[in-house]
């Protein structure tokens, strides 16, 4: 691996700093990834980074234990899944489906927490507070 | 944990329901009317394992048959952490898709060029030999009990589904009410197939796009194969090339990589990205003045229309690889 080459871009910094965590993703020295083929310039690109920062936030950690979910779990989960699938979680979350008898709307920990809140659309305070409302059944 | 109980007087009540309401079941008229010929009459994967869920956990058990059948080692239990949401008491559908590319096997939701070929395309792959993840929702849009089971045959005579659901190793619904619940969770299913595997119902977008998103989790060599099963399929790909040339790549086949790339680059003149990778396999093979050239595009069509970030990458290509022709 060439070194000078992996630090061009805050971007290729970030994608080699995940990697460090992945199994089998080289960092290859000027080799574009097959994911950069269908991204279009005007597609949001989502910052990981600050999601991933985010789950180390100490507010965030306490809620994330307080459901069960520790921090590694939730690094992994978040890695685990693509840019698109990401931004489809973070426009509705209130509304998708959680397979395994829920219903209707049940705001949550985790990914719901994460994607929205640094995506704008909720704060974690608010958040948190509305997982202690008794669920409607 | 009423689902699974509940699960036939539910669709009972909501067959019951719809009738009255005078909804439709196109989809199952469309086969009993019109079976497709090349659909086998009767399909049951009987070696498909069972795990009966525990409360709530419908995703991580249906999750664990499928993947069990794609030949990934886990339990439901192995499972919860990655998709289980204690808040939500349920599996949300990225997770269920992301948790089968974590275990190793390409996660493919269903899809269709047509909506109304959902259920025939889902009992296509069925008999094509693969177990499906649906999501229902067993009871009604404005009061849903959401549901996850596994599709592991049918009978088309009968017009009857079977299942693996909840606490029933297999639960056997009429299609019609099959139909209703799962239209209720806008048809969504997934497959979980071993690398190289082809979805029998493959649409181009959706298997590159999976391809892409499992690449991170599987060794190059598996792919290889999986990129290969693209281009067969769709020898155009831009996105298979790119992946394919980059797992030779990163094997070290210099060689395959660059006769890989060199297709791309004939096939879409006007990528940057194949540009650069093939400007950057020659040059690891110290061809310097082809590498030049190729290198010279890549910048060429970076400016033009790439991205910054290809903007950046190719020209730091053409940087070193000047760097060291000197």
Same mark, same amino acid.
């Given at each position: ?8 871009? !805050?971007?290729?910094? %970030?994608?080699? %700093? ?12 000027? %080799?574009? +990834? #097959? ?8 597609? *949001? ?17 306490? #809620?994330?234990?307080?459901? !069960? ?29 959680? !397979?395994?008898?829920?219903? +209707? ?14 995506? !704008?659309?909720?704060? *974690? ?13 | ?140 849009? /404005?009061?849903?009990? /959401? ?10 005579p009968r017009q009857e589904i079977i299942l693996r659901s909840g606490l029933e190793q297999r639960l056997i619904i009429p299609f019609a009410t099959f139909e209703y619940t799962w239209q209720r969770a806008a048809y969504w299913a997934m497959l979980a197939l071993p690398a190289g595997v082809m979805p029998r119902t493959a649409t181009e977008e959706t298997y590159i796009k999976a ?17 290969? =099963?693209?281009?067969?399929? /769709? ?36 990528? =940057? ?20 050239? =190729? ?15 290809e903007q950046g990458v190719t020209q730091i290509t053409l940087n070193e690889i000047q760097e060291k022709m000197h």
């Amino acid at each position: 691996m060439n070194k000078r080459f992996v630090c061009i871009t !805050g971007r290729i910094l %970030m994608l080699s %700093m995940l990697s460090l965590s992945l199994p089998l993703q080289s960092v290859q020295a000027a %080799m574009i +990834g #097959a994911d950069k083929v269908t991204i279009s310039a005007t597609q *949001v690109q989502f910052d990981r980074a600050r999601v991933q920062a985010l789950i180390d936030r100490e507010d965030i950690r306490a #809620a994330l234990q307080k459901e !069960g979910i520790d921090i590694q779990t939730a690094h992994a989960r978040v890695n685990a899944l693509t840019d698109d699938e990401v931004q489809q979680v973070a426009g509705k979350l209130d509304q998708l489906p959680a !397979g395994g008898e829920v219903l +209707g709307i049940l705001l949550t920990v985790f990914i719901v927490l994460l994607v929205t809140d640094i995506l !704008g659309f909720t704060k *974690v305070f608010p958040f948190t507070r509305a997982i202690t409302h008794p669920a409607r059944r | 944990m009423s689902v699974n109980k509940n699960a036939r007087m539910q669709a009972g009540v909501l067959f019951l329901i719809m009738l009255l309401s005078g909804c439709a079941t196109p989809q199952t008229q469309q086969l009993r009317h019109t079976p497709p010929k090349d659909l086998p009459a009767h399909v049951e994967l009987t070696d498909v394992p069972f795990y009966p869920q525990n409360t709530h956990q419908c995703g991580p058990a249906a999750l664990a048959m499928v993947l069990n059948a794609g030949g990934a080692q886990v339990t439901p239990d192995s499972l919860i952490k990655q998709v289980y949401l204690p808040g939500r008491e349920g599996s949300l559908q990225v997770e269920m898709l992301a948790s089968g590319r974590r275990n190793g096997l390409l996660a493919y939701p269903l899809t269709s060029s047509r909506q109304d070929l959902s259920l025939q395309n889902l009992l296509t792959e069925v008999a094509a030999g693969t177990p499906v993840v649906v999501l229902q929702n067993l009871a009604l849009r /404005w009061y849903p009990v /959401w549901h996850y089971a596994v599709v592991i045959g049918y009978d088309l005579p009968r017009q009857e589904i079977i299942l693996r659901s909840g606490l029933e190793q297999r639960l056997i619904i009429p299609f019609a009410t099959f139909e209703y619940t799962w239209q209720r969770a806008a048809y969504w299913a997934m497959l979980a197939l071993p690398a190289g595997v082809m979805p029998r119902t493959a649409t181009e977008e959706t298997y590159i796009k999976a391809a892409v998103a499992l690449e991170k989790n599987i060794t190059p060599k598996k792919n290889v194969v999986v990129y290969q =099963a693209a281009l067969k399929k /769709w020898p155009n790909n831009l996105t298979a090339y790119i992946g394919l040339g980059n797992a030779f790549y990163t094997l070290g086949d210099k060689e395959q990589a660059e006769k890989v790339l060199r297709q791309a680059t004939l096939a879409h003149p006007d990528s =940057a990205i194949a540009f650069n990778n093939l400007a950057q396999t020659l040059a690891d093979q110290k061809r310097y003045t082809e590498a030049f050239s =190729a290198a010279t595009q890549a910048v060429r069509l970076a400016e033009t229309k790439g991205s910054s970030e290809e903007q950046g990458v190719t020209q730091i290509t053409l940087n070193e690889i000047q760097e060291k022709m000197h």
